[in-house]
């Protein structure tokens, strides 16, 4: 099976992590890391690339070695120096690797001292208190371990949306071929853009079911066959995730749409309101409840034709979760919801200058590209040193950079941003003679997660009150499946936001997504603005975005509710603070 650019860095990451493991050359290493964070960002895909005969080695960090590599995987699907690697060491190293706090180096002296080869190993000797005794762990350290483990255990069996539609777009792709096949859509939790997904869910319409269900059981990354029939069958695939396929008439589509899409709390209430309508609703359409004649099916086709023969206006996949869609249906007041065309620029953005991978010519054109009026470059500030931030002369240096280049570029404006630290007590990380040359700030929490829930409100209010911050990024710090959000009283946060006028930022990198739907619905209804941004380190992130818009979405924001929605001269005035 193909491999796509993502796939091709996971791979190097993963064989960073093997050799690190293993204790080889840190230079090797950090090669295979570069060479991950390269190909994440190449703006083309590596197998067009091969395909047209372009030379990996003159990529930037990418030698012949690493070239063949990556050639092989493209034209194989696989890695055999991945697969023995793998083949050398206990499968378990790697998954340890997704408790927070255990690195490679960590991962290796667990396992040289201990003989710890996976998670239910470390759990057990964490219990019997054997980790506190190793050399750089301690006490603390082990109880951060279990509670750890106790998070990754809650979320085995899921995948981020990004990685599931990574998998789910070209098995679509694959089905369509199928002879015979109409239609083919996904639908669950998938089609809702949750942000964690267990399975995903596949509707059809076909002349020839059979021949598309062979089709499909037949799809190179199927693991396991679960079950296989004329009109529904299920597979799991090699990356673990089940796929539930289902084929219907085509007069059952619509109503069948609904029913695989959900969710659960959103079907049930329709059911209800069919049933007070003397109607039965189901996956194969809307029937008029029987009386002296036999049930009668009356829609079904679309969804659209199904809700309005429940006396209700089409509800958009996102909003379907039972929080108030069904009510506000009812009285007209559902939102408009923003789309990706809505958005006119990216206000959280790092070049090569701190810790992103690209120039930022490469940048601002990738963002011209793709219609964007605007692009905000926000470069880390002096106390994130892993990423290289600026310190204040440097900082003034970037902003006269930024000028001098802004007067250069053609159709796109760049505006003067910087990620600036929020201090543990509540100050900025800049002083305000710089931060006053800058068009805005993204401001964000970058260590002392762990203070108390009060504590840590207190800090982020403290650095609203000075009247250079502009946007709260990622606010809650989570990283999706990795790292839980730190304690903060997000009620609070929205409230302050509020009388400062600051606005609250929708990371919309798929690891964080970050404010979450719930927030966003909060902020809406509390008046905050909302700017929808990618947090992009490299060209290719900037297609992040549309995960930003989904989970927008899913918070019922609108583009009213989004600053980057809007025209330069009318952004400028949302960022004054008054």
Same mark, same amino acid.
Request: glycine share 10%; net charge neutral.
């Given at each position: 099976m193909p491999v796509n650019n993502p796939d091709i860095a996971r791979t190097f990451d993963k064989i960073a992590d093997f050799l690190e493991i293993?204790?080889?050359?840190?230079?090797?290493?950090?090669?295979?890391?570069?060479?991950?964070?390269?190909?994440?960002?190449?703006?083309?895909?590596?197998?067009?690339?091969?395909?047209?005969?372009?030379?990996?080695?003159?990529?930037?960090? !990418?030698?012949?070695?690493?070239?063949?590599k990556i050639e092989e995987m493209?034209?194989?699907?696989?890695?055999?120096?991945?697969?023995?690697? =793998?083949?050398?060491? +206990?499968?378990?190293?790697?998954?340890?690797?997704?408790?927070?706090?255990?690195?490679?180096?960590r991962v290796k002296a667990l396992y040289e001292k201990l003989r710890i080869k996976d998670i239910d190993g470390l759990k057990r000797a964490a219990l019997a208190k054997k980790v506190?005794?190793?050399?750089?762990?301690?006490?603390?350290?082990?109880?951060?371990?279990?509670r750890e483990i106790e998070r990754v255990k809650g979320v085995e069996g899921q995948m981020k949306?990004?990685?599931?539609?990574?998998?789910?777009? +070209?098995?679509?792709?694959?089905?369509?071929?199928?002879?015979? #096949?109409? $239609?083919?859509?996904?639908?669950?939790?998938?089609?809702?853009?949750?942000?964690?997904?267990? %399975?995903?869910?596949?509707?059809?319409?076909?002349?020839?079911?059979?021949?598309?269900?062979?089709?499909?059981?037949?799809?190179?990354? @199927?693991?396991?066959?679960?079950?296989?029939?004329?009109?529904?069958?299920t597979v799991i695939l090699r990356c673990g995730l089940q796929v539930d396929m289902r084929a219907v008439p085509e007069k059952s589509y619509g109503s069948a749409l609904c029913y695989l899409t959900g969710s659960q709390a959103h079907n049930i209430e329709l059911r209800r309101i069919a049933k007070n309508n003397?109607?039965?609703?189901?996956? *194969?359409?809307?029937?008029?409840?029987?009386? +002296?004649?036999?049930?009668?099916?009356?829609?079904?086709?679309?969804?659209?034709e199904v809700y309005k023969k429940l006396g209700l206006p089409y509800i958009e996949p996102e909003l379907r979760e039972d929080r108030g869609e069904i009510e506000a249906a009812k009285k007209g007041t559902l939102p408009h919801l923003i789309t990706p065309g809505?958005?006119?620029?990216?206000?959280? @953005?790092?070049?090569? !200058?701190?810790?992103?991978?690209?120039?930022?010519?490469?940048? #601002?054109?990738?963002?011209?590209?793709?219609?964007? $009026? *605007?692009?905000?470059?926000?470069?880390?500030?002096?106390? @994130?040193? @892993?990423?290289?931030?600026?310190?204040?002369?440097?900082?003034?240096?970037?902003?006269?950079?930024? =000028?001098?280049?802004?007067?250069?570029?053609?159709?796109?404006?760049?505006?003067?941003?910087?990620?600036?630290?929020?201090?543990?007590?509540?100050?900025?990380?800049?002083e305000d003679n710089v931060l006053k040359e800058l068009d805005f700030t993204v401001c964000a929490v970058h260590y002392k997660f762990n203070l108390t829930l009060e504590k840590q409100t207190e800090r982020i209010i403290r650095a609203m009150d000075n009247p250079y911050f502009h946007i709260l990024a990622h606010p809650t710090g989570r990283l999706i499946h990795e790292r839980d959000p730190y304690e903060v009283d997000m009620d609070r946060i929205i409230l302050a936001a509020k009388?400062?006028?600051?606005?609250?930022?929708?990371?919309?990198? +798929?690891?964080?997504? %970050?404010?979450?739907?719930?927030?966003?619905?909060?902020?809406?209804?509390?008046?905050? $603005? !909302?700017? !929808?941004?990618?947090d992009a380190h490299n060209a290719g992130d900037l297609g992040y975005m549309r995960f930003g818009v989904l989970q927008a979405r899913r918070g019922w924001l609108e583009p009213k509710d989004i600053i980057n929605t809007r025209s330069e001269p009318e952004l400028r005035k949302l960022l004054k603070r008054k």
């Open positions: 293993k204790g080889e050359n840190i230079f090797r290493v950090r090669a295979y890391r570069n060479a991950a964070l390269v190909i994440a960002g190449l703006g083309r895909s590596a197998a067009d690339m091969a395909k047209d005969g372009e030379d990996f080695s003159r990529l930037p960090g !990418i030698g012949k070695d690493l070239a063949a493209v034209k194989t699907g696989r890695l055999k120096f991945l697969e023995k690697l =793998e083949k050398d060491t +206990p499968p378990g190293l790697i998954k340890m690797l997704s408790i927070q706090g255990l690195g490679p180096h506190r005794a190793l050399e750089g762990f301690g006490e603390k350290t082990e109880e951060t371990i279990l949306l990004a990685d599931a539609e990574e998998i789910a777009l +070209p098995l679509l792709e694959y089905i369509k071929k199928a002879k015979g #096949v109409k $239609k083919v859509v996904p639908a669950g939790s998938f089609r809702r853009a949750k942000e964690s997904v267990r %399975d995903l869910d596949i509707l059809v319409t076909c002349d020839d079911c059979s021949n598309v269900m062979k089709r499909f059981i037949k799809y190179e990354d @199927v693991d396991k066959v679960v079950s296989h029939g004329e009109t529904r069958s003397r109607l039965k609703l189901n996956e *194969y359409g809307v029937f008029r409840a029987p009386g +002296p004649k036999k049930e009668e099916w009356i829609a079904g086709r679309t969804e659209e809505d958005i006119k620029g990216d206000l959280h @953005v790092h070049t090569n !200058i701190t810790d992103g991978h690209n120039t930022l010519e490469e940048m #601002v054109r990738a963002a011209r590209g793709k219609g964007y $009026k *605007y692009i905000g470059i926000t470069e880390h500030s002096q106390h @994130v040193k @892993v990423a290289h931030g600026l310190d204040e002369k440097a900082t003034l240096e970037r902003i006269r950079e930024l =000028e001098r280049f802004n007067n250069k570029i053609k159709g796109i404006t760049i505006l003067k941003g910087m990620e600036v630290d929020i201090l543990e007590d509540g100050r900025l990380d800049l009388d400062r006028g600051c606005i609250l930022e929708l990371n919309g990198h +798929p690891l964080r997504l %970050d404010l979450n739907d719930i927030h966003c619905k909060l902020a809406k209804e509390s008046g905050v $603005k !909302i700017a !929808i941004s990618t």
